[in-house]
Each structure stands twice: as C-alpha cells, then as structure tokens.
C-alpha cells in the first residue's frame, strides 16, 4: 500500500540515488572515479556467480529499441528472441522474430550457422572452440545477437567494468517476480537492470538510455528464464529449407582472432 510516508519515502530514496548517480558525472568526464554502493554491489555480484553455475537455460527476450527517423520521428522497433544454451557441450540457438530483422543462430561447438529466413540464405562458418570464445567473437566482429550481453556475463564478463555511480533503488515487481531495481551510469549511458530477489538471482529486466544523443533513445528487454528446457537432438542443427541457399560468411577471421588470446 503506497501511504504517503511511502511515497515520501521513495521520494528521498529516489532523491539520495539521483544525486548518487550525478556526484561522479563531473569526475566522469575527466576521469575513471567510481562510486558504486555496497548493497548494489552485492547484488550484481551475487547475479554474476550465480549466472556462471548454469550449465543449461533458455531465455526469453521481449525487447524494444528506439530510433529515430530522418523526418526526426522517434519510433520503437519490437523483436522477440529465445536463446538457448547448453554450456557444458558449448552449445547455443537463438532465434529472432522482430519489426526490423528475423534470424537464427546455431552455434554446434565447431561452426556457426545464421539462417535469415526474409532473404532465403544462409552463411555456416568454422567457429571458436567454446563458448567464451564465440561470444568474444561475435564482439569482435561485429556481429548483433540478442542478449549476447547476458552470454557475456554467464562467461567471464564484469558488468562493473566501465560504471562509475551504482546505486540499489528499492524492489520491484517484473511479471509477477519480486527484484531488486539497480540504476548504473557509464560515461555515455545510464541503464537499470532488476534482479531477481532470492535464491535465483536472475536478470528479470534491463532499460539502456543514451546520453548526449538526440531523443535520449532507450533500449529494453524483459527476461523470462526456463533452467530446464528441452533440448533434442535437432535443437543444435541447422537443415536448410527447401529452397534456402547457402551464402559465403563476411570476414570469418574475424570470428577466430581472439582465440589467441583464450578465453574471454
């Protein structure tokens, strides 16, 4: 029940995060001064780790991303992906149905696979060893897959890396589960993540605002999480439909080049 001494309340929690997140922005413009808060801290630590036990999950992504038209309309483009990992066999599938692009990925743990349905082709090339090592390069080249972020952090990524103010807003509630709601600042971005509360602590949902661009453009998704999918033997293999044709892979060195340097 939102009573006035709650809303009075939130009021000055939301006031004491703001000027949080504002306190480092004049060091952030000459400097890497870092602020974050022990308790939001803990929280992203505690996602990390335990994203990092998974061995098989599958999520579901419902994203939507701002752009802005040369007739300066700012317009939003929806996309639905589900990804789906096997990490001890170093395997992955997502697929994506949107308002811009539909594509599948298939990653088998020797060769990438990405299937665009709207154009009828196909592009299969020789891939990294593992997964740490697609995602790294992916990166690397380029190339854009829904919730490669998350990917990233599940292997060896640190979400903490380029923030300078962190705070720990309050809780939340993201289709019916009860998080934590975490606001970041980078040097050109501010972004929030929910996290889920208790034994799971899952990203639930993420909103990314772009600084210093017209309109402030905003990218977010919110995230459904299933730790025990089914996985057959088709769902890591890629059969061309009839009629699709196989295309060469732009600058597949590029998907190999940080391999020399391990794992990322």
Known sequence: MNTPQTKKSRAALLSAALLALSMPLAAQDTGPAQWISPEARAVVDS???YLRTLKTFQIEGLSSRDELTA?????????????????QDNKLRSEVTGDIRNRTFIYDGDRLTIYSPDDAV?????????????????????IEMPMIDVLYQAGAGNLMEDVRGGVLLGESNINGVS????????ATIDWQLWVEKGARPLPCKILITTRYEVGDPQYQATLRWNLQPKIDSSTFVFTPPKGVNEIPFNDPASLKEVTAGGDR
């Open 71 to 87: 007739l300066g309309y700012k317009v939003q483009n929806n996309e639905r992906s589900v990804l789906t990992v096997n990490r």
């Open 179 to 186: 998080c934590y709601h975490l606001a970041f600042r980078q």
């Open 122 to 142: 196909f592009a299969r090339v020789d891939a990294p060893d593992s997964l740490p090592k697609l995602i790294g390069g992916l990166l690397n080249a380029g």
């Open 47 to 49: 996602m990390s780790a």
